[in-house]
């Protein structure tokens, strides 16, 4: 089972506790971790937690959309460096979020865009972070005409129409956390048929929304088998073959 995101490198939540949250989540079966980069403060940290399991995890390169301010030029080619590590194996997280605020609504985008524009040309996926603005992602899509890299939309929530409009512009891949096991998360559930167990991915995107018993509280990946067990049940499957076709997918996508 891989851990397609998580943020355990976040030492205003884990502190000192990141190492031990590895070590628990691989007690429960996680095999691999994939860290996606925030912006440039979390740069060091997360370098740091990954050089303590090098085997295990994995990086993105990239700066998250609610940290896209003015100077988001040189924030962004800072974060990008992290493209010079041979872990790195994803441009990410990246995107646009409108929920907590639209200032820079339009500095997104750009930001966006650029950064497809370097996955495409690094051929490294992108792990995209869409809250509240899926017409923006679907746009910039659109602006560099279908010739787009691997997409992964990461912490999915949205419904069936929404995996259709997706799939108008990239055969994306879809990961599915915590949130899947929401007592109202009803058209989530409902979408899980339609992306299909070979486009699924797992992920925490721990420390926020943890699953259920545990929602509320601070997440981690040792409880990705509880997402795992929920969408089984959604499929009516096994959990065992929900573990092995995701790992093949996450494997594939990010080529571990
Ligand atoms: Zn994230």
């Known amino acids: 089972m891989i851990d397609t995101h998580t943020h355990l490198y976040l030492t205003d939540d884990f502190g000192e506790d990141g190492a031990d949250a590895v070590r628990r989540a691989v007690s429960a079966g996680v095999t691999h971790f994939i ?3 925030v912006d440039v ?14 085997d295990i995890t994995s990086i993105g390169a990239g700066l998250h959309p609610t940290e896209v301010k003015e100077n988001w030029r040189s924030e962004m080619s800072k974060t990008l460096s992290l493209l010079d ?3 790195c194996v994803a441009v990410g997280e990246v995107g646009i979020d409108l929920y907590w605020d639209k200032t820079f609504r339009a500095e997104q985008m750009l930001a966006f865009e650029s950064q497809l524009i370097i996955a495409r040309d690094k051929n490294l996926p992108v792990i995209i ?10 746009e910039v899509f659109g602006r560099l005409g279908g010739n787009l890299p691997e997409t992964i939309f990461h912490s999915f ?9 997706i799939r108008r512009h990239t055969d994306a891949w879809f990961g ?5 096991t929401f007592k109202n998360a009803t058209q989530l559930r409902d979408a899980i048929p339609e992306i299909g167990l070979d486009r699924i991915i797992l992920e925490t995107d721990s420390p926020y929304l943890a699953p259920v018993p545990h929602r509320g509280k601070r997440n ?15 499929l009516g499957v096994t959990p065992e073959a929900v573990d092995i076709v995701t790992t093949a997918n996450a494997r594939k996508v990010f080529r571990l």
């Open 176 to 180: 599915i956390n915590g949130v899947v």
């Open 157 to 165: 929530t949205m419904d069936v129409a929404s995996v259709r409009d």
């Open 220 to 234: 981690e990946s040792a409880y990705l088998p509880a997402i795992s067990a929920c969408i089984a049940g959604v």
């Open 129 to 138: 972070h869409c809250r509240e603005g899926l017409p923006e992602v679907l």
């Open 35 to 37: 860290f996606p980069n």
């Open 41 to 54: 403060s979390t740069i060091e940290p997360m370098l740091t937690l990954h050089n303590q399991f090098p």
């Open 85 to 87: 590590n041979p872990r």
